[in-house]
């Protein structure tokens, strides 16, 4: 079966500092991967979404940016986090040529 | 802009009503249909899918689609308290460019059930 990890679960980090988090996929090959953020009191707002190693397609022009560097990697970054970047970030998998969406555990940013 | 549109809620019903939920949303090509449920603090997990039009029923859950008029909408029957969450309905839009597609979600409902 398919699993999915997102690292770290929490996570506290000043203004400007940079920012990294990780999802990986077990139990699939090739499978579509997206990055959501979820504020405070608002929907799932889609940020990153990727067919494939190298391959990424942006929904919101920001101060982030994400990479796939391996099949089932997803890696989400930033260089100087916003006050406006705190928030619930959720990793998102599908299989290829299947609709429906599975959401990793999350991880919940609070930049300070 | 593509939407998917739901009533923030709080809905609240007495356990053991039956709680429904609604959402509308406004690309005509859309074919797929998602149901979640998101526990406070917690990710969201799937519910149900549906793809044709009518009534799904999976337990306690009714999906119902109408794609002439655009909406779907999830029935619980004999709510429970542990079913109070916020439910988010999400709608599989055509990409652009063609061959593949973006999920997209409403706000999502909340939904309190009360003893």
């Known amino acids: 079966s398919q699993t999915i990890h997102q690292w770290p679960a929490t996570l506290v980090q000043p203004v400007g500092s940079p920012l990294s988090l990780e999802c990986t996929v077990e139990?699939?090959?090739?499978?579509?991967l997206y990055w959501y953020r979820q504020a405070a009191g608002r929907g799932l707002q889609l940020l990153f979404y990727?067919?494939?190693?190298?391959?990424i397609s942006s929904e919101v022009p920001q101060n982030l940016s994400a990479s796939r560097p391996q099949d089932r990697q997803f890696i989400l970054s930033s260089k100087k986090l916003l006050l406006s970047d705190s928030g619930f970030y959720l990793c998102?998998?599908?299989?290829?040529?299947?609709?429906?969406?599975?959401f990793g555990p999350g991880t919940r940013l609070t930049v300070l | 802009q593509k939407e998917v549109e739901q009533n923030s809620g709080p809905l609240s019903v007495p356990e053991g009503a039956i709680a429904s939920l609604n959402c509308t949303y406004s690309?005509?090509?859309?074919?797929?249909f998602f149901w979640y449920r998101q526990y406070s603090g917690k990710s969201p997990e799937l519910i149900m899918s549906?793809?044709?039009?009518g009534d799904k029923e999976d337990g306690r859950f009714t999906a119902q689609l109408n794609k002439a008029s655009q909406y779907v909408s999830l029935l619980i029957r004999d709510s429970q308290p542990s079913d109070s969450a916020t439910y988010l309905c999400?709608?599989?839009?055509?990409?652009?460019?063609?061959?593949?597609?973006?999920?997209?979600f409403g706000r999502g409902t909340s939904l309190i059930v009360h003893p």
């Open positions: 998102a998998w599908r299989i290829r040529g299947e609709d429906t969406q599975y």
């Open positions: 139990g699939t090959s090739n499978p579509n």
């Open positions: 990727s067919v494939g190693i190298g391959q």
């Open positions: 690309d005509r090509g859309s074919q797929s």
């Open positions: 549906i793809y044709s039009n």
């Open positions: 999400a709608v599989n839009l055509p990409e652009p460019s063609g061959g593949s597609y973006i999920p997209t």
